[in-house]
């Protein structure tokens, strides 16, 4: 039973095109996050949701937007696809620890590679 | 700023080396420090944590010990195996960045059998 599901993995399009990328975590975490990973495997985060709530937002094009209609799924959608948007994008949660700001480890999905040509 | 610096690869070894990847970090605050592995196609897994200074995280013959007085990390394992051959990630996180996690950059491992 996977614990953080990304969808689709993998997305081939043409620049100019609109995507979207969707994540569910099944783990009853509170905070959902994305993060791009480019091709020499460097991680950014790009977005972090809290209940539902937009915590993070780092300098990310705003063609970039994320939605999360509860807290087990955070989506990102993707307007005028450049080509330096070509990355690996991936889905994580985490939780925090009884009310108490302890920094709970992430579990990532497995990812979803975006190519745009 | 928070950020973290690891050793760039990628790093070659034959089967049953000893195995070293150095990280060190910077934090204002009282960080989490964290080893993450990610296998070809997939997406990382925790390989072990460590919350507090000189607390040492283990997992599947992998040990890292937080030093604070050095602020390091360093990633060990006695022997590796071909099964190993993954990238390894270096992480922090901070209670008052609401878990910002700040990863470093990665370093790719290749045993050779």
């Known amino acids: 039973d996977t614990a953080v599901s990304q969808t689709p993995k993998y997305l081939v399009t043409q620049m100019g095109n609109d995507k979207s990328i969707k994540c569910e975590q099944n783990?009853?975490?509170?905070?959902m996050y994305w993060y791009k990973q480019d091709s020499k495997k460097f991680l950014k985060i790009m977005f972090s949701?809290?209940?539902?709530?937009?915590?993070i937002n780092e300098t990310v094009p705003n063609r970039f937007s994320p939605k999360s209609p509860d807290k087990a799924h955070l989506n990102l959608h993707i307007n005028s696809l450049e080509l330096g948007d070509s990355a690996v994008y991936f889905c994580?949660?985490?939780?925090?620890?009884?009310?108490?700001?302890?920094?709970?480890?992430?579990?990532f999905g497995e990812g979803s590679r975006l190519t745009v040509l | 700023g928070d950020s973290v610096t690891q050793m760039e690869g990628p790093v070659t070894l034959s089967e049953e080396a000893f195995l070293t990847i150095n990280c060190t970090y910077t934090a204002t605050g009282y960080p989490s420090l964290f080893w993450y592995v990610q296998y070809p196609g997939e997406g990382l897994q925790l390989l072990l944590k460590a919350t507090k200074a000189d607390d040492k995280g283990s997992n599947k013959g992998f040990e890292a010990t937080y030093r604070k007085e050095t602020t390091s990390f360093h990633l060990e394992k006695g022997s590796v195996q071909v099964s190993d051959s993954a990238v390894y990630f270096c992480?922090?996180?901070?209670?008052?960045?609401?878990?910002?996690?700040?990863f470093g950059s990665g370093t790719k491992l290749n045993v050779k059998p």
């Open positions: 783990l009853g975490h509170d905070t």
């Open positions: 992480a922090l996180s901070v209670r008052y960045n609401f878990n910002k996690f700040y």
């Open positions: 949701y809290n209940n539902k709530e937009l915590i």
């Open positions: 994580a949660s985490s939780q925090e620890a009884g009310g108490v700001r302890k920094t709970g480890e992430l579990f």
